[in-house]
C-alpha cells in the first residue's frame, strides 16, 4: 500500500528560508535514495501528521518530483523539542522490488496469565528490525503474552510473524518476562532486655 503526498522542490539556500517555510505551515526535506540524486523538497506539516496517524512511519510514500513518481519511505526525521511538531524529513526512494530493512514496534496483546496471578510483565524489546519490500513493511509487530506465566519468557524466536516480512533482529533477543512480585519484608527486630532491678540500699 501506498498514499500520495504532495510535495515542492525548495531552495536550500538562504537558511532563513527554513523558517519562512514552518511559519507557513510548511516542512522542509529532503530525497535521496534509489535512482533519484539528492532534492530539497518542502510539504504541508497537516497533511504529513495526518497520513503518519493515519498509516504510520513505515508506509510508502509516493510523490512526484520534476513529473517524476518517486515511492519513498521515511528513513529519519527531527521534532520541535517542545512540540513534538516535525521540523525536518528525509525520505529515502526506495525500488519496490528490492528487500528493505526498518524498524517496527513491538506491541505486546493480551493480559499475561502470570500477571492475574501476581506476577510483574516486563518488556525489553521494543522494536525489531523488519526485512520485506516496501509494500509489505509492517508498522508493528503484535506479541501475544496471554498465556505466559510466571517464570517464562518470549524471545525474538517465539514471534510470529503475520505477513510477507522477515524478523532478521537476533532470535535469542529477550522480548518480554514475567518474574514474581518482590515483596519487600519489614524486619521486626524485637529487643529483649531485662527488667531493671532496684535494689534497696544498703545500711552502713
Given at each position: 500500500?501506498?498514499?500520495?503526498?504532495?510535495?515542492?522542490?525548495?531552495?536550500?539556500?538562504?537558511r532563513?528560508?527554513r523558517?519562512?517555510?514552518?511559519?507557513?505551515?510548511?516542512?522542509?526535506?529532503?530525497?535521496?535514495?534509489?535512482q533519484?540524486?539528492?532534492t530539497?523538497i518542502?510539504?504541508?506539516?497537516?497533511?504529513?501528521e495526518?497520513?503518519?496517524r493515519?498509516?504510520?512511519?513505515?508506509?510508502v510514500l509516493t510523490?512526484?518530483i520534476d513529473g517524476k513518481k518517486v515511492?519513498?519511505?521515511?528513513?529519519n526525521?527531527?521534532?520541535?523539542?517542545?512540540?513534538?511538531k516535525?521540523?525536518?524529513?528525509?525520505f529515502?526512494s526506495?525500488?519496490?522490488?528490492?528487500?528493505?530493512?526498518?524498524?517496527?514496534?513491538?506491541?505486546?496483546?493480551?493480559?499475561?496469565?502470570?500477571?492475574?496471578?501476581?506476577?510483574?510483565?516486563?518488556?525489553?524489546?521494543?522494536?525489531?528490525?523488519?526485512?520485506?519490500?516496501?509494500?509489505?513493511?509492517?508498522?508493528?509487530?503484535?506479541?501475544?503474552?496471554?498465556?505466559?506465566?510466571i517464570?517464562?519468557?518470549?524471545?525474538?524466536?517465539?514471534?510470529k510473524?503475520?505477513g510477507?516480512?522477515e524478523?532478521?533482529t537476533?532470535?535469542?533477543?529477550?522480548?518480554?518476562?514475567?518474574?514474581?512480585?518482590?515483596v519487600?519484608?519489614?524486619?521486626?527486630?524485637?529487643e529483649?532486655?531485662e527488667?531493671?532491678?532496684i535494689g534497696?540500699?544498703?545500711?552502713?
Amino acid at each position: 500500500m501506498s498514499v500520495s503526498l504532495e510535495v515542492s522542490k525548495r531552495e536550500v539556500r538562504p537558511r532563513s528560508l527554513r523558517n519562512k517555510l514552518r511559519h507557513e505551515g510548511k516542512i522542509p526535506a529532503v530525497v535521496n535514495g534509489y535512482q533519484i540524486e539528492s532534492t530539497t523538497i518542502s510539504l504541508d506539516s497537516a497533511e504529513i501528521e495526518k497520513v503518519l496517524r493515519q498509516h504510520g512511519l513505515n508506509t510508502v510514500l509516493t510523490m512526484s518530483i520534476d513529473g517524476k513518481k518517486v515511492n519513498t519511505l521515511i528513513h529519519n526525521y527531527t521534532t520541535d523539542t517542545f512540540t513534538s511538531k516535525l521540523t525536518h524529513i528525509e525520505f529515502l526512494s526506495v525500488n519496490m522490488n528490492e528487500v528493505t530493512e526498518v524498524e517496527a514496534e513491538v506491541v505486546l496483546v493480551g493480559e499475561a496469565a502470570g500477571v492475574r496471578a501476581g506476577g510483574v510483565l516486563t518488556q525489553t524489546l521494543y522494536s525489531v528490525t523488519v526485512a520485506a519490500t516496501p509494500d509489505k513493511l509492517p508498522e508493528n509487530v503484535e506479541v501475544d503474552v496471554t498465556d505466559l506465566e510466571i517464570g517464562q519468557s518470549l524471545s525474538v524466536a517465539d514471534l510470529k510473524v503475520d505477513g510477507d516480512y522477515e524478523i532478521v533482529t537476533d532470535a535469542e533477543e529477550q522480548v518480554v518476562t514475567i518474574t514474581e512480585a518482590q515483596v519487600e519484608e519489614e524486619e521486626t527486630t524485637e529487643e529483649a532486655s531485662e527488667p531493671e532491678v532496684i535494689g534497696e540500699k544498703e545500711e552502713e
